[in-house]
């Protein structure tokens, strides 16, 4: 052990510290902007890759104020992003400096020098046999032994060489001496272990005297004060957010809400607003306003009304509900309660459309669109985009109450470009089975078309089976859902009224029909292709269906749903309700009922696997699709002879008795 | 919490609690109490049970099928009044004690008829609401499932109505009613989003 | 002291030839170091303890309200500190309430349980949802302890008759206020949907 420590009087260590703990900064931060910059690329890129009329409409009708606000987001963001830049240059500018530094100076090339490599001495490879050695080393010893020295040399020189002789010949002795080799391996040098000194990377004259207290007191305040500050910051900071990326205090209120409601409540946009209202984050932004306020500005939002000198709160707070709603969307699912799930969903519909929920909303959501004359003017009760595509553009404008006719085409390509769902096909899928046995991890496979309410309807099944099937392939068994990624990023809202750009998605819920419940948080969908809308497949001239559709000009979307649980251990019919809802439309949503038909794979599949296993197995998903459409589309099933029980009361009272007896139980509970 | 009940009144003759401009909770509480208190009252025994009186389910009864009687004369107002009636006396005469399967039973029995006499008089808002308490309640039968779906056709609550329809062919998937329903109002939404 | 000098004189000039200047310690350092230390963890200790503890207290009920129970001590509070005679079946009422509110809220929070906990290991609540639950789960259960003894007290030998018909007015109560819940559900629906009816709630078309 050593007494006493070497300071580092001729700066050959210090470099070396700094340079360390600079690209332990550096080069993480870097990596971290330089993939920002190729995402934020990507991201830009998919907003053009889909880029639509519905973005387009959504800048031109957005607001001054809107757009000012937008800029402003985006200009906070580009200068942040400034300031880390800067750093990061000044940062490898210093490294450079010390590189340079390092390289110039000569005590540092010193104390390099004296490490200690037999093979670069002699000039060989690490690979060399005894020979090559040998013969290297007479090469070597030839020239620089003592006395084969040239005699004009200086005496300076002289023992220049003779060092560099003597080091030679070491490292000769290293590679064939016994001895010497193994000192060599164990401790690095021919000679045995070398004097080893501790050091302290700081020059000397801050840890002399006077300096010395200041250098003990920076110490103190850097391990006592503040690395613990940092520490206690990050850790209370990532205690204070959620996973889902909402306050805690947020996401409490927001349990306490789902824990204390009352099933005879109705769950209405102002319940779920005043329950937003109350979030930890419009507090912390704006201390000075209150529930009440925020509560009034959301209203504002929806309403579509000036919120005076509060108008930029407004902005902010409304645009910080998307994430809130999805946090409360998460718990909602959590607690299993369908009617809060659903009306959050069209909560955000509402605030990202500035569109109060009525039976109108689908129409209100389109610009120029007058209310008044809506609600009144007609005579046919209209509510839905489709139903207003039936009749000829003059009339819609009549419909709508717009009379200039650039303002109605611009309505028009709106509403024909917003994506609605049709449903295909769906299935519970077990990848590379035919059918979903017991205990199998299924997953909900949704064949969709994403069509314009233009467009004239057909049937699903007009669409043909080869359209609607999966890769059957390794990597589509391994992972089914990597597929998905295929396709396009949504792109850009129409959203004139949300203070920024957004692209959305559609909220997968999966509902268990015995109970009317949700069973698992929900999926998001953010990936479908806006292809088919700018087909013109109008549903006032196509007048042959049969004639004018060609499946071939459609594109088929993917959905896939994880599904929670495996399926049930005994064989039968499960119904499931799945929900597929867009964030960002009224009336674009899919709502359907899936079975879940759990059987044991039959003799002849089984066989047939078997037998073809590595064959091609089309013909064999050919049928399971047949098989899993029937089960799926109810209506379309035959007529059983079951004659209706309608008889009332009598048959039915036992069991309703027993049913609510062991319910009412939790139901009352819940109350 | 404990403040907002300094308000708390009672009424030494009454024997009634009161708290003025109470919130809702509060509200709902001292009713409660006061609930208890009239049934305590009336009550003898100490030892009270959950076994259900005699004289109330009789009571009931009769006013019950006095609207039957209405119905089968083709009253149907008066039928409902009845009803409404028989349903007004158990809520108040039935003590909070009784038996909770006898009154659970007792009250769907009799919502379930005025959810049909309200469904032939046009009160389809009523019927629905009648009917989303019996669901509540737990009686998920199909009954329950086709007057909903009706109620919900008339009130032109398309989608909902499809919800509802599902459901009752998910929990009993063969019943031809529910099934014919369900193909009216796949047809009648698809008029509604203009699908033809 | 002296002593103390040379023998670490001695051990430094074998291997340091004295550069190292020595300095006096009193005997007494180490011992100040050390007490100072542990007096310091103590105090942290004994502080954290409290501040735990305190937090636990403060944290708010995952119930709205408790004003079965509150309503109950207000009434016996009132007719002990003699401001008013309430009659016995009075507070009897009352108690009964504050015990099928009690099962109530066993209840519920058992129910609850699996999808609080699914909450918290998702990391959609934080930690202190989840130590509010456990902690609402221990009051609930003393809560209705206290009430069953209240009523042994009241009427001796009551208890389990007590526990029973709680249990019927629990769920009656419940009934009822879904039942009482019709009217207004029929409001707001009307008014979500757009829908007039008249005077004797038939539909208009």
């Known amino acids: 052990m050593p007494q006493s420590y070497d300071y580092d009087e001729s700066s050959e260590t210090w470099p070396f510290f700094i340079l360390a703990v600079l690209c332990v900064v550096l080069v993480p931060l870097t990596a971290m902007q330089l993939w920002e910059l190729v995402s934020g690329k990507k991201s830009e890129q998919h907003l053009k890759d889909q880029a639509s009329i519905l973005g387009e409409m959504s800048e031109q009708y957005a607001s001054r104020e ?27 500018t210093v490294v450079a400096y010390l590189v340079q530094y390092i390289g110039s100076n000569e005590e540092i090339q010193d104390a390099a020098t004296l490490l200690f490599d037999p093979y670069a001495l002699l000039d060989i490879s690490t690979s060399s046999t005894d020979r090559e050695v040998r013969s290297a080393y007479r090469k070597l010893s030839v020239k620089f032994h003592p006395d084969k020295l040239s005699k004009d040399l200086s005496s300076e020189q002289r023992s220049v060489l003779e060092e560099q002789y003597v080091l030679i010949t070491k490292a000769y002795k290293s590679l064939t001496d016994e001895i010497t080799r193994e000192n060599y391996l164990k401790y690095g040098h021919p000679d045995g272990p070398q004097a080893i000194s501790h050091g302290i990377a700081l020059p000397k004259f801050l840890v002399d005297s006077s300096a010395s207290t200041i250098m003990i007191l920076t110490y103190i305040a850097l391990l006592g004060l503040v690395l613990p500050y940092f520490v206690s910051r990050w850790w209370s900071r990532t205690q204070s957010v959620t996973k889902k990326g909402i306050h805690v205090k947020s996401a409490s209120y927001f349990s306490d809400r789902l824990f204390n409601y009352k099933p005879s409540q109705v769950v209405t946009l102002d319940l779920i607003i005043e329950w937003l209202s109350h979030a930890e984050e419009f507090k912390l932004m704006f201390p000075e306003l209150n529930e009440k306020t925020f ?63 009525s039976p109108y909303s689908q129409l209100l959501q389109l610009p ?45 390509s709106v509403a024909s470009s917003i994506p609605h769902l049709k449903l295909i096909r769906a299935e519970f899928k077990v990848p590379g089975e035919s059918v979903v046995t017991p205990q199998s991890m299924p997953h909900i496979s949704l064949k969709v078309l994403v069509r314009s309410a233009k467009h004239k309807f057909f049937p699903p099944n007009l669409i043909p089976d080869e359209m609607c099937q999966d890769k059957d392939d390794f990597e589509s068994l391994k992972d089914p859902f990597a597929s998905l990624l295929e396709q ?184 | 919490m404990a403040t907002s009940l300094s308000a ?116 389809f808002m009523d019927a629905l609401q009648d009917l989303d308490f019996l669901q509540n309640t737990g009686l998920t039968t199909s009954d329950v499932f086709i007057r909903k779906t009706d109620s919900l056709l008339k009130l032109k609550q398309y989608e909902q109505a499809r919800a509802e329809v599902e459901r009752g062919l998910s929990l009993d998937p063969t019943n031809a009613k529910l099934r014919v329903l369900h193909i009216e109002n796949t047809r009648k939404l698809a008029e509604y989003n203009g699908d033809v | 002291m002296s002593f103390n000098d040379t023998q670490h004189n001695s051990t430094f000039t074998e291997d340091d030839s004295g550069t190292v200047e020595m300095k006096a310690v009193s005997f007494y350092t180490p011992l100040i170091y050390v007490s100072i230390l542990v007096i310091s963890l103590i105090v942290f200790a004994s502080h954290y303890r409290k501040k735990t503890v305190k937090e636990l207290n403060e944290l708010p009920s995952l119930f709205d309200e408790s004003i079965a129970r509150d309503l109950y001590f207000e009434l016996k509070q009132m007719n002990d500190s003699g401001e008013a005679k309430v009659h016995e079946k009075v507070l009897k009422a009352a108690l009964l309430n504050r015990g099928a509110e009690a099962i109530r809220r066993t209840l519920k929070l058992k129910e609850s349980e699996p999808q609080i906990t699914m909450l918290y290991k998702n990391g959609c609540v934080g930690e202190e949802y989840w130590k509010r639950y456990q902690n609402e789960v221990k009051i609930v259960e003393l809560d209705f302890k206290d009430a069953v003894q209240t009523a042994e007290l009241m009427q001796p030998g009551w208890p389990q008759l007590f526990i029973a018909v709680s249990k019927e007015i629990c769920f009656n109560q419940a009934l009822k206020r879904r039942f009482q819940a019709i009217l207004l559900r029929k409001e707001v629906f009307s008014k979500q949907w757009q829908v007039n009816f008249d005077s004797t709630g038939k539909l208009i078309e």
């Not at chain 1, 992003?81 to 000044?90: G, P, S, V």
């Not at chain 1, 108008?311 to 959590?334: H, P, Q, W």
């Open chain 1, 66 to 92: 809107i757009l000012e606000f937008r800029a402003k987001a985006m200009a906070k963001k580009s200068k942040w992003l400034a300031k880390r830049n800067l750093f990061i240059i000044a940062g490898w």
């Open chain 2, 8 to 123: 708390l009144q009672y009424d030494t003759n009454s024997k009634l609690l009161d708290v003025p401009d109470a919130s809702e909770d509060i509200e709902m509480n001292v009713k409660q109490i006061n609930k208890l208190t009239q049934d305590l009252v009336s009550e003898n025994n100490p030892n009270f049970t959950p076994q259900p009186r005699d004289d109330s389910t009789a009571m009931i009864k009769k006013l019950f099928e006095n609207g039957l009687k209405q119905l089968q004369q083709q009253k149907m107002a008066e039928a409902l009044k009845s009803v409404n009636l028989a349903i007004e006396m158990a809520q108040r005469k039935r003590t909070s004690w009784e038996a909770f399967a006898v009154q659970l039973q007792e009250l769907q029995f009799m919502m379930k008829n005025r959810v049909d006499l309200c469904l032939v008089q046009g009160k």
């Open chain 1, 368 to 412: 120029n669109v007058n209310a008044e004359s809506l609600t009144e003017g007609s005579v046919d009760d209209i509510r839905t985009i489709g139903k207003l595509f039936t009749y000829e553009d003059a009339k819609i404008g009549k419909i709508l109450g717009i009379d200039d006719s650039t303002k109605l085409q611009e309505t028009l």
């Open chain 1, 295 to 357: 509560e009034t500005l959301l209203h504002d939002q929806i309403n579509r009304k000036h919120s005076g000198n509060l108008e930029t709160a407004k902005l902010r707070i409304v645009a910080k509900s998307n994430v809130l709603l999805f946090g409360l969307l998460d718990i909602a699912t959590t607690f299993r309660n369908l009617e809060i799930s659903n009306m959050t969903i069209d909560t955000l519909k509402a605030v990202v459309q500035a569109t109060p929920i």
């Open chain 1, 488 to 671: 396009p990023k949504l792109p850009q809202t129409f959203a004139p009224y949300y203070p920024g750009k957004r692209s959305g998605c559609w909220c997968a819920l999966v509902v268990l029909q015995k109970d009317g419940k949700v069973i698992q948080t929900p999926m998001l969908v953010d990936r479908l292709s806006f292809e088919n809308l700018n087909k013109d497949f109008d549903k006032r001239t196509v007048k042959n269906l049969d004639e004018e559709f060609k499946p071939e000009d459609w594109v088929i979307g993917s959905i896939k749903i994880p599904f929670s649980q495996p399926a049930p251990e005994e064989k039968g019919d499960f119904f499931f309700r799945v929900i597929v809802k867009s964030t960002e439309y009224f009336g674009t949503d899919l709502d359907f009922t899936l079975s879940l038909s759990v059987r044991d794979p039959s003799p002849v599949e089984q066989m047939e696997k078997e037998a073809a296993d590595e064959a091609s197995e089309s013909d064999e998903d050919d049928s399971e699709l047949d098989e899993n459409d029937d089960s799926n589309d109810e209506s379309d099933e035959e007529e059983s002879d079951y004659t209706d029980i309608d008889t009332d009361t009598d048959d039915e009272e036992p069991e309703a008795g027993r049913v609510s007896d062991t319910k009412a139980e939790g139901d009352s509970a819940e109350n």
